[in-house]
């Protein structure tokens, strides 16, 4: 029997590291080596050299910001300081196919983004929010916070604004770090149906910065574990490993329009909303001919739905 126990935890170790991984999870090493050589003393190639990887990582950067920032799914008229709203949301995303996404298996056309979305009415037509998403068949998750400010609301012959700052970050991700902030400028007018229905068509522009970095990556996936084993930096001195730039917030900025519309009978509230994406060209640059031009970036489609209490 304990021979029958070792033998298990033997499969456990062997096998628990490749079946954790799910088909959209990210690595981001499949992008491509960003260096031409090995090391900076070095004249052999680099294992996996791309020589747009750096444009490569900024594009796919910009591109899954605007996957976990596609729903805003709520008008700009507030709860009000007494009330609170709990959802449960679900985003489509399609996926441009010429945006190389470097999941675990081959990409698909779209993307499922569940979330539960939490909005607590404040003082002053001020609205506090929260939501979490998870991307289907992954272990990613997306925290976002955000700020809503009803600049104008409740007036019977004018339409309700607000302005919105949100705050979204990437989890369960590795090697890379993503975040993606912006402010966003919301139309809409609420109409009486009868008795405690109402029905509330909206749209809006949201502007949305993008920041991505990465910790110090190794390209040789071939590479035994004895040789990283190193207490200060596993990947100190090793060759074909290095980082990705730095994608900045100022240079990276997404465009999102949107519209939807909102269901209230009672305390239950239904919703939809269809956005578009907007990512505009980036400079790419070619590190083995040293050559720069504009890539074009398509824009990102994304359907929503929400279902929820509205007290």
Known sequence: MRTFSRWMALAVLVCGPAAYADRNDIQITKLGNPNRFESSTSTTPSVNFNPEANGDFRAFARTFAAVLTSANLMPPETLGHAGFALNAELGVISLPSSVRL???????????????????????????????????????????????????????????????????????????????????????????????????????????????????????????LNSTLNPADPLVGLKNTGVYDEVKWSENINKRFYGGVRFIGGALQLGAEVSLTQQGPIPVTNAETGTTANRSLPAVLAFSTTLGLDF
């Open 102 to 224: 470097p999941t675990e298996r081959p990409q698909t056309d779209s993307l499922l983004l569940p979330s539960a979305h939490f909005r607590k009415g404040l003082p002053f037509s001020l609205e506090l929010g929260a939501r979490v998403g998870w991307v289907d068949r992954s272990r990613l998750f997306a925290g976002t916070g955000e700020l809503k400010w009803a600049v104008n609301e409740g007036f019977t012959w004018l339409p309700d604004i607000a302005v919105r700052a949100h705050v979204t970050r990437l989890m369960g991700n590795n090697d890379f770090n993503l975040t993606a902030a912006g402010v966003d400028l919301g139309v809409g007018k609420q109409f009486p149906l009868g008795g405690m229905v109402t029905l509330t068509p909206y749209g809006g522009l949201d502007l949305v910065g993008v920041i991505a970095n990465t910790d110090m990556l190794d390209f040789n996936q071939g590479r035994t």
